[in-house]
């Protein structure tokens, strides 16, 4: 028996080195081709896909019955019963990190990452593992967790019918209510689904939209903020963006007010954005000069909640157009210099960079002298390598700022030392790609300046 173990383990061991040299020459097609076939996408995903399954099994034949530590939630150390994946890259128990985010927290609480946002994307893939494992060792397959929470009473709901009376109500009775709403949508997160299975959004949405909302700053404020509480919910996304209110409403109090509304609001939208069909929605509604203007002008809260709203909505390709004539890329690059946001705004850049307009105005604001002075100066590989992934786009766009790194290689070899030093291998080889082009430019400037000096 311990020979067939050891004998599946050398077997899982040879073809997980295989399975790595294929996705090794599938991910440098994918990043350095600057046109790849969409077949070899998919064809990396499933490579992926097969050693996630591999490395599944060697745990399984090592440890017998007992449960690999990849399958449990590293904040609750139980199985895992719906795994999501965090910005950072790490693997949580969706009631388990959603608490945690609830909480304020920013960070990623393994890696203490700052996070770029707060999206939480469904690790499907872990998922299956999981359930295959549990079937195998007989063990019960968890059921998914809504929420970790307190449980709503009945007391709750009656008290819920009694607030929302009271919005009709005189201007006393409707402020005090909306800041009790906000304060029970932000202690008991399972209040939220109940909230949005009654009248209260469209009820909270037509009192923001009323002049006394508009006159009254501290009720604005609790309303933006209640709304903003809802929108996490899942089911209340839907019911909120579809309300033909919502969205023109959030814009409209980014653009004034208080800073917590205008940050509120900026977060509110974040929230919404989650889904695909939104971020659509919201762009074409005019959120992106607001958004740039509190990214500009705001607090660091408010600038970190306007940068988060501003990356999620680029995700789509047809908002990124919208973000770059609305001013992204003048702000970001001031707030990098001024050392502000600088890994989360490179985020962002990186994501413009594929924009001609884009690669156009960073050439003009001086972006590859920026971006080559933070990678001689950061010690954060995730920083340095999405400074060298836009210099790349920008390089591949405008060849004439080819001249611009040959300059900066006489001078600081800055892209040069990150061929030698501990970088990481995408770094590397957008580095070295670079070079190339730039060595490849600088021979065919030779080649013609000979052949024009020819008599």
Request: charged share 25%.
């Amino acid at each position: 028996m311990a020979e067939r173990v050891v004998e599946g383990i050398d077997q899982c061991i040879k073809k997980a080195s295989e399975l790595k040299k294929e996705l090794q020459r599938l991910m440098n097609s994918i990043i350095d081709g600057d046109d790849y076939a969409i077949h070899d996408t998919n064809e990396a995903i499933g490579v992926l896909s097969s050693l996630i399954k591999l490395k599944a099994r060697k745990y399984i034949g090592v440890q017998g019955g007992e449960v690999p530590l990849e399958f449990k939630c590293p904040l609750s150390g139980e199985i895992m019963s719906d795994p999501v994946v965090l910005a950072s890259g790490q693997t949580y128990d969706r009631p388990y990190i959603q608490k945690w985010l609830n909480e304020g927290n920013r960070t990623c609480p393994q890696t203490q990452q700052s996070l770029t946002h707060t999206v939480l994307i469904p690790n499907i893939l872990v998922r299956e593992i999981i359930s295959e494992w549990c079937e195998e060792h007989c063990v019960k397959v968890p059921q998914r967790i809504q929420e970790v929470d307190e449980l709503v009473t009945e007391l709750d709901r009656n008290n819920l019918d009694s607030l929302l009376e009271k919005m009709s109500s005189s201007l006393s009775e409707q402020k005090a209510a909306v800041k009790e709403l906000r304060m029970l949508t932000k202690r008991m997160h399972s209040f939220r689904a109940d909230i949005g299975k009654s009248d209260a959004i469209p009820i909270l949405l037509n009192l923001l939209a009323s002049d006394v909302a508009n006159t009254d700053t501290c009720l604005q404020e609790d309303l933006i903020t209640t709304l903003l509480n809802l929108s996490i919910h899942d089911d209340n996304k839907r019911i909120i963006a579809e309300n033909p209110l919502a969205i023109p409403l959030l814009i409209e109090n980014l653009k004034a007010g208080s800073i917590e509304t205008r940050r509120n609001a900026a977060a509110a939208l974040f929230t919404l954005s989650a889904i695909d069909s939104y971020k659509l929605l919201i762009g074409k509604s005019g959120a992106f000069k607001p958004l740039i203007d509190l990214l500009e002008e705001g607090n660091s809260l408010a600038m970190r909640d306007a940068a988060q709203a501003i990356f999620l909505l680029c995700i789509a390709y047809e908002n990124k157009g919208i973000a770059v004539r609305e001013g992204a890329v003048r702000v970001i690059l001031r707030k990098i210099s001024d050392d502000i946001l600088v890994e989360e705004l490179l985020t962002i850049l990186a994501l413009l960079s594929s924009q001609e307009k884009a690669v156009e105005e960073m050439g003009k604001l001086g972006a590859v002298s920026s971006l080559l002075g933070i990678i001689r100066k950061s010690n954060c590989l995730r920083i340095k390598e999405k400074c060298v992934a836009i210099l790349h786009d920008i390089c591949s766009k405008d060849p004439t700022k080819l001249d611009d790194i040959r300059l900066d290689e006489t001078k600081n070899n800055t892209l040069g030392n990150m061929l030698i030093e501990d970088e990481t291998p995408r770094s590397k080889r957008k580095a070295s790609s670079i070079l190339k082009r730039a060595a490849a430019s600088s021979s065919s400037q030779s080649q013609r300046s000979a052949s024009w000096n020819q008599p």
